[in-house]
């Protein structure tokens, strides 16, 4: 059987429901916000099959980090706007409380349907933003992951991101 989870994120808790095919929620989990989220999130998971989609609200922005701890897991994950999930919330049912789980039963409500909605990929090869720096000691120039910033105080940064006084940054 296929299964839908939704995702309200928040700074400190995540909130998941998970829905069936005829949108009934089958099962309710709310996690702690932290290192261990996805593993609590799986193993809760891990009944209701393995034929299942993420839908995350946010998945871009507050529920990036979870959305990007699932897809490497080997996750289903699509990317659900506010609006979207909100507008599902308000017409979809007569629980229309702006509450978490509420929040997540829209959001898998609208996941399921899937109309347009954006599959989350992996940003490990995106360059920029998520390179890692370097171990101690490895010479930042030659580093594949960023470049030693000459421009300003010298200080290393991920390929791709513009410092603030460098007007272009070499590939």
């Given at each position: 059987m296929s299964m839908t989870i939704g995702i309200?994120?928040?700074?400190?808790?995540?909130t998941a429901v998970a829905i069936d095919g005829d949108e009934h929620p089958v099962a309710?989990?709310?996690?702690?916000?932290d290192r261990c989220q996805t593993q609590r999130l799986l193993a809760w998971a891990e009944p209701l099959g393995v034929e299942r989609t993420w839908a995350i609200e946010s998945?871009?922005?507050?529920?990036?980090?979870?959305?990007?701890?699932l897809v490497?897991?080997?996750e289903n994950v699509v990317d659900v706007p506010p609006t979207l999930a909100a507008r599902v919330r308000l017409?979809?049912?007569?629980?229309?409380?702006?509450?978490?789980?509420?929040?997540?039963?829209?959001?898998?409500?609208?996941?399921?349907?899937?109309?347009?909605l954006r599959a989350v990929a992996?940003?490990?090869h995106s360059g920029g933003a998520h390179?890692?720096?370097?171990?101690?000691?490895?010479?930042?120039?030659?580093?594949?992951?960023?470049?030693?910033?000459t421009c300003c105080s010298g200080s290393w940064r991920p390929a791709g991101r513009l410092c603030g006084s460098a007007p272009s940054v070499p590939a």
């Open positions: 309200d994120p928040h700074k400190g808790s995540h309710r989990l709310t996690v702690t916000a998945a871009t922005g507050l529920g990036r980090l979870l959305a990007q701890q490497a897991a080997g017409l979809g049912s007569t629980k229309a409380a702006k509450n978490d789980p509420n929040g997540a039963l829209a959001t898998a409500v609208a996941g399921l349907r899937r109309c347009g992996s940003d490990e390179a890692r720096r370097p171990p101690p000691g490895v010479d930042l120039v030659a580093y594949p992951g960023g470049v030693d910033c």
